[in-house]
C-alpha cells in the first residue's frame, strides 16, 4: 500500500523558511515523479512544484513561489523535500506531496488530476 506522508509545517513569520518532507513508502521514489500542491481555505488546490522523471530529473515551480522555494529528491530515504524560503503570508494553506506512476506529459504536470497518490498535507502558516 502506497502511503505518504508530509511533515515539517509549523507558523513562521514572514521572510523565514521552513522544510517540508514526505516520507514514500510502498513505492521507490526513485522512479516516479513527484510535486507538492497546496491547498489554502475556500481555494482549489494549486500546484508548487515538481522533481520529474524526465530526462533523468527535471523541476519546474509556479511563478508564485519561483525563486523562493526548492525541491528536492533523497532517494536512499525515499523522502522528497521542499524549502521553502523568504516566506509570505499567501504562502499560508495545507500542503501536499503527490506522487506519479510512469509518464507525465508535460501539458498536465501543474494539474491536481494528473497524480496517482498523496499525502495527509501538513500546515503552513505565515504570519506578517
Known amino acids: 500500500q502506497v502511503q505518504l506522508v508530509e511533515s515539517g509545517g509549523g507558523l513562521v513569520q514572514a521572510g523565514g523558511s521552513l522544510r517540508l518532507s514526505c516520507a514514500a513508502s510502498g513505492l521507490t521514489l526513485s522512479s516516479h515523479h513527484m510535486a507538492w500542491f497546496r491547498q489554502a481555505p475556500g481555494k482549489e488546490r494549486e500546484f508548487v512544484a515538481v522533481?520529474?522523471?524526465?530526462?533523468?530529473?527535471?523541476?519546474y515551480y509556479s511563478d508564485s513561489v519561483k525563486g523562493r522555494f526548492v525541491i528536492s529528491r533523497d532517494s536512499a530515504k525515499n523522502t522528497v523535500y521542499l524549502q521553502m524560503n523568504v516566506l509570505k503570508p499567501e504562502d499560508t494553506a495545507l500542503y501536499y506531496c503527490a506522487a506519479k506512476t510512469g509518464a507525465l506529459p508535460y501539458a498536465t504536470h501543474s494539474s491536481r488530476y494528473a497524480y496517482d497518490y498523496w499525502g495527509q498535507g501538513t500546515q503552513v502558516t505565515v504570519s506578517s
Open positions: 522533481n520529474s522523471r524526465w530526462s533523468g530529473g527535471t523541476t
